[in-house]
């Protein structure tokens, strides 16, 4: 049976090197090519290695590379910091005979961290390490969207990026970049434990039932996005740009508290407060009722889907 981290790693080779051109890295084409990136002897004669090595780390076959030939392989590809480190995680992940123990317990929110969430006075939620909605404050319904409006327990960013049910015309003019970002950090919590019943859930009913899923799952990109900035669509109340940060959790890897502000006195603020205002309006005219928030919760960014 294949090691799960060392089929990961040959898939992410793979698809590192078929992204580079030998222009890319000072090789002339030469020749009619049956490959669009370089071939498996051109990256192996980068990086000093064998072909039949490096042939076999594709293959994810029983290959324990050194530090020395990682770190040959990373400058061939050409990696950035997010890329090298994963390619670390997996390899080292690899040499062991058997996958390490992972605690896969339930992930869980502390009750000092809902108290947190309810008096905070700026959107708040938290995600777990797949990107399941934990838990969320009031501010955040009022920007978002009720989570309960969703039959999906526990709800899921990654998948209702790619519902299209519920994304129908999507508003967002960059939803391809949003996606991808949230593709990689799926990426960055495989790398810590492929296996996961969880992450192979996601990953395999969005494989199933969405052809963009397939395309950019099948890119191998990783990221780990911990903070930027949003615009927000908010009908009645106009375009909101705030700022978003996350916070880490206790827990190993645990979940991560993301929190939107605006910059105070600005008219985003204001906004924000407008927004808070009218949720409240409307819950209480609908009797306690969830409401929808400032855009469908399918369209949203590195945060949730905008």
Same mark, same amino acid.
């Given at each position: 049976?294949?090691?799960?981290?060392?089929?990961?790693?040959?898939?992410?080779?793979?698809?590192?090197?078929?992204?580079?051109?030998? #222009?890319?890295?000072?090789?002339?084409?030469?020749?009619?090519?049956?490959?669009?990136?370089?071939?498996?002897?051109?990256? &192996?004669?980068?990086?000093?290695?064998?072909?039949?090595?490096?042939? #076999?780390?594709?293959?994810? !076959?029983?290959?324990?590379?050194?530090?020395?030939?990682?770190?040959?392989?990373?400058?061939?590809?050409?990696?950035?910091?997010?890329? #090298?480190?994963?390619?670390?995680?997996?390899?080292?992940?690899?040499?062991? %005979?058997?996958?390490?123990? =992972?605690?896969?317990? @339930?992930? +869980?929110?502390?009750?000092?961290?809902? !108290?947190?969430?309810?008096?905070?006075?700026?959107?708040?939620?938290?995600?777990?390490?797949?990107?399941?909605?934990?838990? +969320? /404050?009031?501010?955040?319904?009022?920007?978002?969207?009720? %989570?309960? &409006?969703?039959?999906?327990? %526990?709800? /899921?960013?990654?998948?209702?990026?790619?519902?299209?049910?519920?994304?129908?015309?999507?508003?967002?003019?960059?939803?391809?970049?949003?996606?991808?970002?949230? =593709?990689?950090?799926?990426?960055?919590?495989?790398?810590?434990?492929?296996?996961?019943? !969880?992450?192979?859930?996601?990953?395999?009913?969005?494989?199933?039932?969405?052809?963009?899923?397939?395309?950019?799952? &099948?890119?191998?990109?990783?990221?780990?996005?911990?903070?930027?900035?949003?615009?927000?669509?908010?009908?009645?109340?106009?375009?909101?740009?705030?700022?978003?940060?996350?916070?880490?959790?206790?827990?190993?890897?645990? @979940? =991560?508290?993301?929190?939107?502000?605006?910059?105070?006195?600005? &008219?985003?603020?204001?906004?924000?407060?407008?927004?808070?205002?009218?949720?409240?309006? !409307?819950?209480?005219?609908?009797?306690?009722?969830?409401? #929808?928030?400032?855009?469908?919760?399918?369209?949203?960014? @590195?945060?949730? @889907?905008?």
């Amino acid at each position: 049976m294949t090691h799960p981290y060392a089929r990961e790693l040959g898939d992410f080779l793979r698809a590192r090197r078929g992204r580079l051109h030998p #222009r890319d890295v000072g090789l002339e084409p030469g020749g009619r090519r049956k490959v669009t990136g370089l071939r498996r002897e051109e990256l &192996a004669l980068l990086a000093g290695l064998s072909t039949d090595y490096y042939q #076999r780390m594709e293959q994810g !076959r029983e290959v324990r590379p050194s530090d020395r030939v990682l770190d040959a392989l990373a400058d061939a590809l050409v990696l950035g910091e997010e890329e #090298r480190r994963y390619l670390f995680t997996l390899a080292h992940a690899a040499r062991r %005979p058997e996958p390490a123990r =992972v605690e896969r317990g @339930p992930e +869980w929110v502390p009750e000092s961290t809902r !108290r947190l969430l309810r008096v905070m006075d700026t959107p708040a939620v938290v995600l777990g390490r797949h990107l399941d909605l934990l838990a +969320w /404050n009031p501010m955040a319904e009022a920007l978002l969207g009720s %989570p309960d &409006a969703h039959p999906s327990h %526990p709800l /899921n960013m990654l998948m209702l990026m790619f519902d299209d049910t519920l994304t129908g015309e999507r508003s967002c003019p960059d939803w391809e970049q949003q996606a991808l970002e949230y =593709v990689g950090m799926m990426r960055a919590a495989v790398a810590t434990d492929p296996t996961h019943p !969880r992450a192979t859930a996601i990953v395999g009913e969005l494989s199933i039932r969405s052809a963009a899923f397939r395309r950019m799952w &099948a890119r191998h990109d990783v990221g780990t996005s911990v903070s930027g900035t949003k615009t927000f669509r908010a009908p009645g109340v106009g375009d909101l740009v705030l700022d978003w940060d996350t916070y880490p959790l206790p827990g190993a890897p645990g @979940p =991560v508290m993301l929190v939107w502000t605006a910059e105070p006195g600005s &008219a985003d603020a204001d906004r924000l407060r407008l927004l808070a205002s009218l949720h409240a309006t !409307r819950s209480a005219h609908a009797g306690g009722r969830r409401s #929808r928030g400032a855009t469908d919760l399918p369209c949203r960014g @590195p945060d949730l @889907p905008c």
